[in-house]
């Protein structure tokens, strides 16, 4: 690659440590971008060497939204592990599977989300009058790590959308607290993933790190944004990364 190639990746892995710090789907800017930039890259290399910016930048993005949110360590930990486990299977399975079958999938439930939050203003913007149950905080973590988790490891687009709608409907969670509940499970994920993958040889080191440190930078800021504007500017960007992520997808699927 020469500079210029560089230079349009480690644009492509900023902006998408901001986007995934404040809603998700990150991964929808630097996975385009490398098949751009290297049209002979194999699919699972490339999912690998994002993860290494995905790690770091969902990393720096748990640690910022920390300082500032109550994050329940105890109940979320755990489901990171869930989380970790699940990815590597879903990445171990990538060889096997037709992953043009789960774009159509993901595009329906995208435009579902861009749907219910759109209907449903007050959801994610207030936290909910009436705090779930233990049993049930426990259960949709444990639920929304497994399953979006592998759902990483396999495909990966709008993880942290999907995990971010999860806890805000079923917890009752404002939009900047699901966030960072967000970040903390997909920081699992991603390792989870990334760990089978470099092991298995997908990884590109050296341009996995150097786009990880434009995508910490990316994180930290968005996660800043998203800290500082509240639940009403985290709606709204998630409304126009879901809407972002169905046309990519259609393009993907049907262009």
Same mark, same amino acid.
């Given at each position: 690659m020469n500079l210029a190639d560089w230079a349009v990746l480690l644009a492509a892995a900023t902006a998408a440590g901001w986007v995934d710090a404040v809603v998700g789907g990150g991964g929808l800017i630097i996975l385009?971008?490398?098949?751009?930039?290297?049209? +002979?890259?194999?699919p699972q290399t490339a999912l690998g060497t994002n993860k290494i910016a995905a790690f770091s930048g969902t990393t720096a993005?748990? !640690? $910022?939204?920390?300082?500032? #949110?109550?994050?329940?360590?105890?109940?979320?930990?755990? @489901? =990171?592990?869930?989380? =970790? @486990?699940?990815?590597?299977?879903?990445?171990?399975? #990538? /060889?096997?599977?037709?992953r043009d079958y789960f774009i159509p999938i993901v595009m329906v439930v995208l435009i579902g989300v861009a749907i219910f939050v759109? =209907?449903?203003?007050?959801? %994610? #913007?207030?936290? &909910?009058?009436?705090?779930?149950?233990?049993?049930?905080?426990?259960?949709?973590?444990?639920? &929304?790590?497994?399953? !979006?988790?592998?759902?990483? @490891?396999?495909?990966?687009? %709008? +993880? %942290? +959308?999907?995990?971010?709608?999860?806890? &805000?409907?079923?917890? @009752? $969670?404002?939009?900047?607290?699901?966030?960072?509940? /967000?970040?903390?499970?997909?920081c699992g994920s991603n390792l989870g993933s990334l760990l089978f993958l470099g092991a298995t040889g997908h990884v590109i080191w050296t341009l996995g790190l150097a786009m990880a440190v434009a995508n910490i930078a990316g994180a930290i800021a968005g996660s800043r944004m998203a800290l500082a504007r509240g639940a009403g500017f985290v709606r709204a960007v998630l409304l126009i990364v879901v809407v972002g992520m169905v046309i990519r997808l259609g393009w993907q699927q049907f262009g």
């Open positions: 385009p971008t490398l098949f751009l930039v290297a049209p +002979t890259i194999a993005a748990t !640690i $910022t939204f920390a300082r500032k #949110v109550p994050i329940r360590w105890r109940l979320l930990l755990p @489901g =990171a592990v869930i989380a =970790a @486990g699940a990815a590597a299977a879903g990445s171990a399975a #990538v /060889a096997l599977i037709d759109t =209907a449903r203003p007050s959801i %994610g #913007v207030t936290m &909910a009058t009436h705090a779930p149950t233990r049993r049930k905080t426990i259960l949709v973590v444990a639920l &929304a790590a497994g399953l !979006i988790g592998c759902y990483d @490891g396999l495909l990966g687009p %709008g +993880t %942290g +959308t999907f995990l971010i709608i999860t806890f &805000a409907t079923l917890l @009752g $969670t404002e939009f900047v607290r699901a966030a960072a509940m /967000a970040k903390v499970i997909n």
